[in-house]
């Protein structure tokens, strides 16, 4: 979240070799998420694309996130209550509760970018452009999903 705009997301998988960690370093699956429409776009594991999870054979990509826009809201709200101009929310999915938001971290990796395929030059400058302006959570969040087709043509 940048500004209050989510600008990017990825899940976070845990695998065999990860031994059940969400952590990429130790061998989880990051996969860049569609600001727009919650679909997986690109996963990588070690540094390297995959397709499918390595022990379920899942495929990732064109899967959507269930309860993304709850997601994406848990996010903006959490960095609201921050001073960080940019920030990671790490939001988990409980079978119970739905999405809760686990922790934010004011560095977030950049492992997000690689996920995504794309950098955060564009997306933090198209949200400099126009973030001078108040606008609700509501409005921040159908302009981030229009300024995601222009950063995902990029």
């Known amino acids: 979240v940048y500004r209050g705009y989510p600008i990017m ?3 976070r998988l845990p695998t065999g070799a990860s031994q059940g960690r969400a952590n990429l ?9 569609d600001i727009r429409t919650g679909k997986m776009r690109h996963a990588i594991m070690r540094n390297r694309s995959v397709v499918e999870h390595p022990d379920t054979h899942a495929r990732l990509v064109g899967r959507v996130l269930p309860q993304f826009d709850r ?3 848990i996010a903006m709200a959490a960095a609201e209550e921050t001073e960080l101009g940019y920030l990671g929310a ?10 809760v938001i686990l922790e934010l971290n004011a560095r977030p990796g950049l ?3 690689m996920c995504n395929r794309g950098g955060l030059l564009k997306r933090v400058e198209s949200v400099d452009a126009v973030a001078h302006e108040p606008r609700d959570a509501f409005e921040r969040l ?3 999903r229009e300024f995601s087709l222009l950063w995902s043509a990029q």
């Open 71 to 73: 997601v994406l809201e």
């Open 111 to 113: 492992s997000v970018q």
């Open 142 to 144: 159908e302009l981030a």
């Open 90 to 99: 790490d939001v988990v999915i409980d079978a119970q509760k739905g999405p």
């Open 9 to 11: 997301a990825m899940a």
């Open 25 to 33: 370093h130790q061998g989880a699956i990051g996969v860049g998420i």
